[in-house]
């Protein structure tokens, strides 16, 4: 019984990290499984209080990242705090777009995340530029400072997971550490 937890374990900080690809807080998610682990899960595959230091650690990083590449894209061209936040709402919608439609790929899986990053991305760009739009500002600028969240958005997207994956690496790996140092 104690191997179907851990499968479970496994399965559910997989299915955690995909959640990035939609906008949404797989990076904590993954914490919070692994903090329900380290109180709850098997004694033979507990892990060390430091494994989860450093989960926080590594969702924080990714968290900033993906906040300064999106807000700061716009920004630097002039965007508003109006359209940085509809920017956000439209990757949002767009994320979840791209991961329910997906694009046309050989392997579902696979077009549902490229899907899913390139629409969080193209909603982004929608966002910004109604904001901007919202807020008087000429629709070449409007479109520009889009763009700019557009491309922020996916560097914070790329960043996120980057940090995500090394999250599931650790958080995969720990509870097996304890059996190769005894």
Known sequence: MIYVWLIAFILLVLASWLLNFIGMPGNW???????????LGPEKFHFHWAVLIMLVVLAAIGELIEFLASVLGAKNLGGSNRGATLSVIGSIIGGLLGATFGIPFPVPLVGMMIGSILFAGIGAWIGATLGERWGGKPM???????GAAFIGRLLGTAGKLVMGTTMVILAIAA????LIFD
């Open 175 to 178: 509870p097996f550490l304890p």
């Open 29 to 39: 998610a993954i914490v919070a499984l692994a903090l329900i682990w380290f109180f």
């Open 140 to 146: 070449k600028e409007s479109v520009q400072i889009g």
